[in-house]
């Protein structure tokens, strides 16, 4: 099944920034959708607002570090639709600090948020999607997975590790499933509020506010890796500001 419409997609981290302009979109193109975040009340304005639009979108409340609530979000789409095309694994956090500030927690939850976070994702889709005999995992990475800069060791890791694990998903899947990772440069998004580091946060907030491009950016490119198709595999995508160094 090539194309938008009519497929089902969930979507992490679907409240606000990317994955709400990614949910935007795939409902203006057809997409049934089933929305997980944490933040329920946004997640329920943001269905609202599809269904006005003639738009078809379910919501369940999702923290990708809880794997139960990873299987929840597949069993949604299957109670609802009867199936699940594509998982966009796209709930991420970016507590950027430099390594001599010792936030090990913030590290610990950059790990369990962007690594074991996709993980959960992958091992509740991947036993559907092999039962299907088809299906679509889209990840969201960084264009730290590409470059490391001072303040990101730990940031630039988990995303590392990202494109690391969706390689090797993608030399396992066989030729039935699909695998892309999208790594976007600065986004407009609320992305520089998790740095608890005041000068780090500062000074990505300047960036953003520089050179950032808007999450519909993003979005598009999703969408693009979605509608080809079925043997066509867009395994990954960079998609960065044209003043990006």
């Known amino acids: 099944m090539s194309g938008i419409r009519g497929k089902v997609v969930a979507i992490t981290g679907a409240s606000s920034g990317i994955g709400e302009a990614t949910a935007l979109l795939l409902a203006e193109r057809g997409a049934r959708l ?3 975040a944490r933040r329920s009340e946004r997640l329920a304005e943001l269905v609202s607002r599809i269904e006005k639009a003639g738009g078809t979108a379910v919501q369940i409340r999702t923290d990708v570090t ?14 609802c639709f009867g199936r699940l095309d594509v998982l966009v694994s796209n709930a991420g956090v970016g507590t950027i ?5 010792l936030r090990v927690e913030e590290w610990d939850h950059m790990v369990d948020v962007n690594v074991k976070g996709v993980l959960h ?9 092999r039962a299907q005999g088809t299906g679509h ?8 997975a590409f470059r490391i800069v001072p303040t990101m060791a730990v940031y630039a890791g988990t995303k590392f590790a990202v494109r690391a694990i969706c390689e090797g998903l ?10 892309t990772t999208v790594s976007p440069g600065p986004v407009a998004t609320d992305f520089a509020e998790a740095s608890t580091n005041s000068r780090v ?6 960036m953003r506010d520089d050179l950032a491009i808007p999450p519909d950016a993003i979005a598009r490119a999703i969408t693009f890796a979605i509608e080809q198709p079925a043997e066509v595999d867009v395994n ?3 998609v960065r500001p044209t003043a990006q160094s």
């Open 34 to 36: 089933v929305l997980g």
């Open 66 to 79: 809880r794997r139960d609530d990873l299987q929840a979000l597949v069993a949604l789409a299957g109670e």
């Open 97 to 101: 600090s430099p390594l001599d500030d």
């Open 121 to 129: 994702g992958m091992g509740a889709a991947l036993p559907v999607f």
């Open 137 to 144: 995992f889209i990840t969201t990475a960084s264009t730290a």
């Open 170 to 179: 993608r030399q396992e899947a066989g030729d039935s499933l699909r695998v």
């Open 201 to 206: 946060r500062a000074e990505i907030t300047r």
């Open 236 to 238: 990954e995508i960079v």
